[in-house]
């Protein structure tokens, strides 16, 4: 273990030799160990018992789907949650009415990473970028795509039925929600419409009460 991973494991954890320590790949390889010597940028481990875990993405596919939104603090927060909570993949994309433009993927990728080992996953989910609603239909055919939406009244709960699919997206807006036409074209290639109740929620709550609804802990 190097650099920023040794860093965090020696000044952060306080982790010292002798310790028991648990290493994951983010692609479903568990190791269990005990620390032999620290140093400022090293951490060398005794491999004992490792385990593949099974693939999250061969059993129920979770996808969020999330309007790019402005407040970089709140999108940030959405991402740390949404992987907390066991999203398979999270796809930004842009809508008609999102307002914000560039995003540091970079930093978005770092912030899953540490939420995945905060919650103890061993797989670490993809971060997509996709430019528009249309692309996004396109690139997810054959998922069962649920589409918050805040605009219409007595829109249907979710359907515990649903939850069978196992290639489930939920779809959230930006902050000023889906353009009408957008919502049109979803709806006619077949994404459902969905309420999550009779309060009007920000994007990042909205994306964390969807997820809550949709996976099995």
Known sequence: MRDEEAHHAIHVLRYQPGDSISVVDGKGRWIDGEIIS????????????????????????????????????????????????????????????????????????????????????????????????????????????????????????INPDWLINERLMALVGPEGGFADDEVETLAREGAELVSLGSYRLRAETAAIAFLARLIDR
Request: glycine fraction near 4%; include cysteine; charge should be positive.
């Open 38 to 157: 620290c140093s400022k940028k090293e951490v060398v481990i005794e491999v004992g018992e490792t385990r593949q875990l099974t693939d999250e993405n061969t059993l129920k596919q979770r996808v969020l789907a999330l309007g790019l939104i402005k407040n970089r603090q709140r999108l940030e927060f959405a991402i740390e949650k949404s992987v907390e909570l066991g999203a398979t993949e999270i796809v930004l994309f842009q809508s008609q009415n999102t307002e914000r433009e560039k995003v540091r993927m970079d930093r978005l990728e770092l912030i899953a990473r540490s939420a995945m080992k905060q919650s103890l996953r061993a797989w670490l989910p993809e971060i997509r970028f996709i430019a528009s609603v249309p692309d996004l239909i396109e690139n997810y055919k054959g998922y069962h795509m649920l589409v918050a939406h805040e605009k219409h009244r007595n829109l249907p709960e």
